[in-house]
């Protein structure tokens, strides 16, 4: 059996094991996980955001370093760690509003980060392309 327990002031988890299962609650939890409308109540707007927040700092330095190292021979190692980063924080985005589907928490989750997010991405494709890979 696994008991998860999680701290408001952090994005942690802890998990629990035991021996003994029982296979109708192991069951019946997984459904109850997997439904979207359960985790928004477990889940609050301000700890979804603060973990966003997070990746998307990470994002935007790492897009700054690649807009910076254009022409050295760092650039291809920093764009491909900004688009990994972009990617994180694009992921998380997406993740957070299928958990929250069409609920108040979404449109001000929404609200909140998609035109930062936009403005990432434009950011992100106005880097040159890579014709000729140093690690090829």
Request: glycine share 2%; net charge negative.
């Amino acid at each position: 059996m696994r008991c998860r327990s999680s701290s408001s002031a952090s994005s942690t988890f802890s998990l629990v094991f035991s021996s003994s299962v029982n296979s109708s609650y192991t069951e019946s939890y997984h459904t109850q996980f997997s439904e979207s409308h359960h985790l928004e109540h477990h889940v609050s707007l301000e700890s979804v955001s603060s973990e966003l927040e997070g990746l998307y700092n990470t994002a935007k330095e790492e897009i700054a370093y690649a807009v910076e190292s254009q022409g050295s021979i760092y650039f291809e190692g920093d764009k491909q760690t900004a688009q990994t980063a972009l990617d994180l924080c694009q992921s998380k985005y997406d993740s957070v509003m299928q958990m929250f589907k069409e609920t108040a928490n979404a449109i001000k989750f929404r609200f909140r980060w998609e035109s930062e997010l936009v403005q990432l991405r434009i950011t992100f494709d106005s880097l040159p392309k890579i014709n000729d890979s140093i690690y090829d």
